[in-house]
């Protein structure tokens, strides 16, 4: 899953960039509306984090933006303690969600799981195929109650199909989905990180779907 963090405040962005990527996500960021507007809606982000008071353009003008532009990517808003009405503006004009500062990294790494599952359609953080496995909050797998281990790009792989049971799902939008802007990105590792997760999983657990890209398999 790839996030877009926006905050002004390099006190602030360096260490919820950490925690975000300590969590398994692909993490681009900006540091002024200008900018996060513009990868907002050229980038294909699985959730945005989005601070309101932000250099060059405002985090609501951003948001509105996005929005009027059909971008519906979720998106949670971070405000100022008092601002009850910040809230109220930022989820009229699209938020998904909200986190008043200060907060805790905990509490926006639950939100942000929360927000990426419901944006597939799925309730439970324990997302399960056959006898496959996905604990979304401590990013454990296990087959058949096993744990299996898996490096973190083939975690990643693993996450964004069965966040999209059913969905056949191509080399590029892994790729885009997998990898933060500044990575050096080969469509062709991504073949590679599937080779290494099958023989980690139930046969047939992910199916190549000749021209078109993978799919999880129908399960056992
Ligand atoms: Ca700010």
Redesign the pocket.
Known sequence: MRLLLV???PALRTPLRAGLADAGYAVDEADNGRDALHLGLTEPYDAIVL?L??PLVDGLTVLRQWREAGRTMPVLILTARDGWHEKVTGIDAGADDYLTKPFHMEELLARVRALIRRSQGLASAVLQHGTVTLDTRSGRVSVQGQPVTLTSHEFRVLAYLMHRPGTVVSRHELTEHLYAQDFDRDSNTIEVFVGRLRRKLPPDTIETVRGLGYRLGAPA
């Open positions: 905050e002004d405040e601070d008071g932000l």
